[in-house]
């Protein structure tokens, strides 16, 4: 792992942050339209 | 078999359906995830690449996910094209984002590979300078879409913008057969990978698509209720 380590795991941070940030900007979306909604809907 | 067109037609089915199925793909994307990352940093060293074989597990789902995101994306244009449908046009538009962070991850996965492989960060050649116009034509979905306030006629500008630029996928996926590339040609499909790395490799292109079907459901549903809450913000405005 020594060798390569510098490639592998950037690699593998990179892919956790990109997916990670993409499931947190997923759900934080759909739950700031769904309260927006929810509020306008109520009035 | 009418029951995925029903969906389609039906917001208030697709969001009962969602609810449950969006949170089940993300079990099972960690699940398959978890199991093939196990695998993965146990399978041992490649004869040639050395331990660098660990960057394939991720580097080949996400290079599965650009195209297959890309397919679903062109799929729901045509339809929110020919039947002018708000969720196939949601759907659309909610795998824009996902396809093109897939398509980063293929990339820049990529290149950390072919460093210490090919010796290079980069080079022009047709598999990487197909899956880089991927991206740019990604982009350009999502910059047509916001330049427009008319939502409408952007939805429409960005439907024909995924259908012609779906021509790219077969330039991207015979781009090792018509061209002489430095890109390797298919191995996970051509039965030459040795099943110590080929189950890590397709657990994770299972995870990855489980992550995608998650992921995708939930902006859809995330798009229907800003939809949802701009026609009552509308109506209330006329009220």
């Given at each position: 792992?020594?060798?390569?380590?510098?490639?592998?795991?950037?690699?593998?941070?990179?892919?956790?942050?990109?997916?990670?940030?993409?499931?947190?900007?997923?759900?934080?979306?759909?739950?700031?339209?769904?309260?927006?909604?929810?509020?306008?809907?109520?009035? | 078999?009418?029951?995925?067109?029903?969906?389609?037609?039906?917001?208030?089915?697709?969001?009962?359906?969602?609810?449950?199925a969006a949170p089940m793909f993300g079990v099972i994307a960690?699940?398959?995830?978890?199991?093939?990352?196990?695998?993965?940093?146990?399978?041992?060293?490649?004869?040639?690449?050395?331990?660098?074989?660990?960057?394939?597990?991720?580097?080949?789902?996400?290079?599965?996910?650009?195209?297959?995101?890309?397919?679903?994306?062109?799929?729901?244009?045509?339809?929110?094209?020919?039947?002018?449908?708000?969720?196939?046009?949601?759907?659309?538009?909610?795998?824009?984002?996902?396809?093109?962070?897939?398509?980063?991850?293929?990339?820049?996965?990529?290149?950390?590979?072919?460093?210490?492989?090919?010796?290079?960060?980069?080079?022009?050649?047709?598999?990487?300078?197909?899956?880089?116009?991927?991206?740019?034509?990604?982009?350009?979905?999502?910059?047509?879409?916001?330049?427009?306030?008319?939502?409408?006629?952007?939805?429409?500008?960005?439907?024909?913008?995924?259908?012609?630029?779906?021509?790219?996928?077969?330039?991207?996926?015979?781009?090792?057969?018509?061209?002489?590339?430095?890109?390797?040609?298919?191995?996970?499909?051509?039965?030459?990978?040795?099943?110590?790395?080929?189950?890590?490799?397709?657990?994770?292109?299972?995870?990855?698509?489980a992550l995608f079907g998650s992921l995708?459901l939930?902006?859809?549903?995330?798009?229907?209720?800003?939809?949802?809450?701009?026609?009552?913000?509308?109506?209330?405005?006329?009220?």
């Amino acid at each position: 792992m020594k060798d390569y380590a510098a490639y592998i795991w950037p690699a593998y941070a990179i892919s956790a942050i990109v997916l990670g940030g993409l499931a947190v900007a997923s759900v934080l979306h759909a739950r700031r339209w769904r309260k927006r909604a929810e509020e306008l809907l109520r009035k | 078999m009418n029951w995925a067109p029903a969906f389609l037609a039906n917001p208030e089915r697709f969001m009962a359906f969602s609810r449950w199925a969006a949170p089940m793909f993300g079990v099972i994307a960690v699940v398959l995830g978890a199991a093939g990352l196990w695998l993965g940093f146990h399978a041992p060293p490649d004869y040639q690449q050395g331990l660098t074989v660990r960057i394939l597990f991720i580097h080949i789902p996400a290079a599965w996910l650009c195209e297959f995101v890309y397919a679903c994306l062109a799929v729901a244009s045509f339809l929110a094209l020919v039947f002018r449908h708000m969720l196939a046009d949601a759907a659309a538009q909610a795998a824009a984002p996902l396809g093109a962070g897939f398509t980063v991850l293929a990339l820049a996965t990529g290149s950390l590979w072919g460093r210490p492989m090919w010796g290079t960060w980069w080079v022009w050649d047709a598999r990487l300078t197909s899956v880089l116009a991927l991206l740019l034509i990604y982009i350009a979905y999502m910059a047509l879409r916001a330049s427009l306030d008319d939502e409408v006629k952007a939805a429409r500008a960005a439907a024909i913008l995924a259908l012609v630029g779906a021509v790219n996928l077969p330039i991207i996926h015979y781009s090792v057969v018509w061209w002489n590339t430095l890109h390797q040609g298919a191995s996970v499909m051509s039965g030459k990978l040795a099943a110590v790395y080929l189950w890590p490799v397709l657990l994770m292109v299972l995870a990855y698509t489980a992550l995608f079907g998650s992921l995708w459901l939930v902006r859809i549903r995330g798009e229907v209720w800003r939809r949802r809450a701009e026609a009552a913000a509308l109506r209330a405005a006329r009220a």
